[in-house]
């Protein structure tokens, strides 16, 4: 099983730029989480999506929108890309629910750097 | 505001030696707490869960203790080898109205030399 795929796994951008990161996963869980990790600050969620159709905004979500396109791809668009969102960006997704432990599964991680 | 806390931030063995990584947590109302692995470059996977009943779980050479009081949870890993080089994420969910609700610790990065 490819479980969680995000593309693209590099990419440099200008600032102004925009660009969207891809992800996808197989496991056909519900739930579905973004998030960014930079050093020194651990993983903090941007988005997040309970389940198709409805998506949320987490602990740092300016500057980012994302689309919920069905229960299997979740992606994540910055319009005008800054400095600041220079960053490695996790995919993840997991079966949270009720009576569910709720493992998140992570992709491989998009570096993305604003030039 | 739920917190998850870690230490140490670094920490630097010897190839076969034992280690000890701690994590505190304030985080309510309580559902499960999962020990991640994270290798450089690559996403976190998960190592154990640990839920409010349970004291000990072991997972190979991982050993994961909560207690549930103190809300406290350390991973101890036995005869380290090289490959354990990475970085551990504590993450503690929140059960909110049957959604799992994740916080993360900055993590604590671990080297293993030779």
Known sequence: ????????KF??????????????????????????????MGLRLIYYSASEGTTDKGEVPNGYNVSRLNKREFSLRLESA??????????????AGQGRSGELFFGEGSRLTVL | KNQVEQSPQSLIILEGKNCTLQCNYTVSPFSNLRWYK?????????????????NTKSNGRYTATLDADTKQSSLHITAS???????????????????????????TSLIVHP
């Not at chain 1, 925009?18 to 990790?37: E, G």
């Open chain 1, 1 to 8: 099983n490819a479980g969680v795929t995000q593309t693209p």
């Open chain 2, 81 to 107: 080898q090289l490959s354990d080089s990475a970085s551990y994420i504590c993450v503690v969910s929140a059960n909110s109205g049957g959604s799992y609700i994740p916080t993360f610790g900055r993590g």
């Open chain 2, 38 to 54: 994270q290798d450089t470059g690559r996403g976190p996977v998960s190592l154990t869960i640990m839920t409010f009943s349970e």
């Open chain 1, 11 to 40: 990419q440099v951008l200008k600032t102004g730029q925009s660009m969207t990161l891809q992800c996808a996963q197989d496991m056909n869980h519900n739930s579905m989480y973004w998030y960014r990790q930079d050093p020194g």
């Open chain 1, 82 to 95: 800054a400095p600041s969102q220079t960053s490695v960006y996790f995919c993840a997704s997991s079966e």
